[in-house]
């Protein structure tokens, strides 16, 4: 679980009422500094370009999923390049020394076509630093994550849908349990 991935290496506080969501809906918050990678600084936020990532930048990323399933995002950021516009998605995987090991957006109708990759299908937090290189991003869905199926969040040099991954963060996702 991605829960002992993070073991040891997220410096966060971390809320939960249970491990999927329940008639009391779920919340969390995780935080981070961003660390080189391969770093002897254990940190669940990896930095790849410290020109826009910075080493000790800071990421905070919160989920709530309301009673009913519907799933808001939150991300802030500090530290990062001043007036810099980011794209930042969740992935399916956790981060690893290797950009790609984060695998693909986490999209809610999983599927290949191109078309698919948008903010309606998956979770965008693009934002701008501004001028003390601090952003924020919400994302709100009337869907949620499928068990184990979304495990960080992707910093991109650019906005949209796609563009180089400069940072990474893996992130406790909660899941929406399936009916019945």
Known sequence: MVAAV????????????????DAGGYSMRTDARFAPSPS???????????????????????QHIDPGGATTVRLRVTGMRPGHRYGVHVHQKPCGADPAA?????????STDPADVNPRNEVWLDFQADRHGAGQAVARHDWGFRHAAASSVIIHDEQGGAGERVGCFTVP??????PG
């Open 173 to 178: 996702f909660g899941w929406v349990a399936p």
């Open 6 to 21: 993070c073991a040891g290496a997220v410096a966060a506080a971390v809320f939960a009422a249970g491990s999927g969501s």
């Open 102 to 110: 984060a695998g693909g957006h986490y999209q809610h109708r999983p």
């Open 40 to 62: 002897h600084a254990a940190s669940a936020a990896i930095t790849y370009d410290q020109t826009l990532v910075p080493n000790g930048s800071w990421i905070e990323v919160g």
